[in-house]
């Protein structure tokens, strides 16, 4: 049997490959030694957009201690396919717990009562729920990963985490009458250019601020009677130092149409820059050259050429909202962050009627769980639910259709009855049917096929007959490996429950 099909061990601990961990600091950096507290991982830097205070890991806020077995740690998780990002918040995160501890207990003794400390230290600081639980989690992985360090034995005390990763918090979606007056503002001519395309990009397409940074000049292009934008992301592309290119297709009309005239004018911009920009720099959509406020109020432009980082977007942002009186409905100058926007984009877009897969090809998210788990405020709007809802039930009754749409039956979904369902803001598209209330829910295929607002589709009975066969074959083909082996019977079980009901009948016609 080929390498491919064996199960993954996944890389831990090992004593005996200390040289070998340490070598592979060559893969990340040029010149990084593993003795110092900095590792500037310039090999990891992913497009001209970072710069490399992004990629850098600091073990200074460690404790003597631990800084060793830390940096261990750090290594290995790069190994696996961690983002430097992700092991420079893992690192920050452990010194949080390390310099929780007892002084001078060692790991071999941390058990329950350390969990319990440890919790309520978390409970009592100034963290949000998400922080909790990254800090938390970071500790389990340790524990797991580095059981055997110096021959002794871990428990980990931290592998179930009672706190919620997922939380919605509200408050990071910008109020209807908040986004009114921003939009109002950035409309004016006298915004910075850059400033203004990116909260536009940002306002339109559910986007984050490292995706819209690393926009090339090359960006837009004519399709068929419309434009087609690529955003570049590395959120979800196995670690990897390409991008994946999420492409969005915008019409010439409307709002629309001022976007892409925005866009036209930054490639403009970015393009007389190129003279001024370093090499590492070249290409970037979002360019700008500095300017100074005299002390007569004249502005002058500064010679040096930058590209766009995060700390710009947000001192703008934060500069903005003062200057033109941004205010929430507490009267307090609203504070706008670039990440809130993808909150209002995606809850926008459920109100409109985009289906979650629409919105997950135009987010970049693989599923739905994290669309819906934690940004879609559709609880900020009661009212939309209710008239939503008042409109599918009052279509259903003067209806002459007889299909029972909720409730678990099997349907035979036409065209015009699939489109009253869609309707319904808790109704959407899933694969082989529709799920009929997916509020709330954070699953995938597997549960959707045996959940009663799971709505199969009779057409797609062909669909659901070939996935019956395909599961039993892989059982059989990893039957010398119990876990897939079970993993494919259940699946293969599942989707034959959905033929049964298909074929006798539970359906109205």
């Known amino acids: ?181 921003l939009d109002s503002v950035f409309m004016k001519e006298e915004i910075d250019l850059p400033v203004k395309c990116i909260y536009w990009i940002l306002r339109l397409i559910p986007s984050r601020i490292s995706e819209v940074r690393g926009m090339k000049i090359d960006c837009l292009k004519p399709y068929n009677g419309h434009f087609c934008l690529f955003i570049p992301t590395w959120k979800q592309n196995g670690g990897n130092k390409e991008p994946i290119q999420r492409v969005i297709h915008i019409e010439n009309t409307g709002i629309g149409e001022y976007l892409i005239g925005l866009i036209r004018e930054q490639q403009a911009l970015a393009k007389s820059l190129q003279p001024f920009m370093g090499d590492n720099k070249k290409d970037a959509l979002f360019t700008y050259q500095r300017k100074q406020t005299l002390k007569n109020s004249n502005v002058r432009s500064i010679d040096r050429c930058y590209t766009v980082q995060w700390g710009y977007v947000s001192d703008n942002f934060k500069r903005i909202s003062e200057k033109y009186n941004i205010r929430d409905e507490n009267g307090e100058i609203y504070h706008l962050t670039s990440h809130q926007f993808r909150h209002n984009g995606i809850t926008d877009r459920l109100e409109a009627g985009f289906t979650l897969p629409q919105i997950a090809d135009m987010t970049g998210h693989h599923g739905d769980a994290m669309l819906f788990g934690s940004y879609a405020h559709l609880d900020l709007k009661p009212k939309m639910l209710v008239q939503k809802q008042k409109y599918v039930l009052n279509e259903q009754e003067n209806s002459e259709n007889t299909y029972v749409m909720f409730g678990g039956r099997i349907l035979n979904i036409e065209e015009q009855l699939e489109k009253r369902l869609l309707k319904n803001i808790r109704a959407h598209r899933v694969r082989g049917g529709i799920c009929g209330d997916i509020t709330g829910c954070k699953s995938d295929m597997w549960n959707c096929l045996d959940c009663k607002h799971f709505i199969p589709d009779r057409e797609q009975l062909p669909y659901f007959r070939e996935q019956v066969l395909s599961w039993k074959t892989k059982a059989e083909k990893f039957k010398d490996y119990p876990m897939i082996k079970t993993n494919a019977l259940r699946n293969a079980e599942l989707f034959e429950k959905v033929v049964k009901k298909l074929m006798e009948g539970d359906y109205h016609a």
């Open 1 to 181: 049997m080929s390498n491919i099909l064996r199960p993954h061990k996944t890389e831990g601990y090992e004593e005996y490959k200390k040289l070998r961990y340490i070598e592979f600091l060559n893969e990340l950096g040029t010149g990084i030694c593993f003795d110092n507290d900095t590792w500037v991982c310039d090999k990891r830097i992913r497009s001209f957009a970072e710069d490399p205070n992004i990629v850098s890991i600091y073990f200074s806020s460690m404790p003597d201690d631990y800084r060793t077995i830390a940096k261990y740690f750090a290594i290995i998780r790069m190994m696996n396919g961690k983002s430097v990002r992700g092991i420079r918040a893992n690192v920050l995160d452990l010194a949080v717990f390390f310099r929780s501890l007892p002084k001078n207990i060692k790991l071999s003794e941390i058990n329950m009562t350390t969990a319990t400390e440890y919790k309520a230290f978390l409970d009592q600081a100034y963290y949000t729920e998400t922080s909790r639980y990254s800090r938390w989690s970071v500790v389990s992985i340790f524990l797991k990963t580095m059981n055997g360090w110096e021959g002794e034995h871990f428990k980990n005390p931290f592998a179930d985490n009672p706190y919620d990763s997922h939380l919605k918090l509200d408050y990071k979606y910008i109020p209807e009458a908040v986004a009114n007056q």
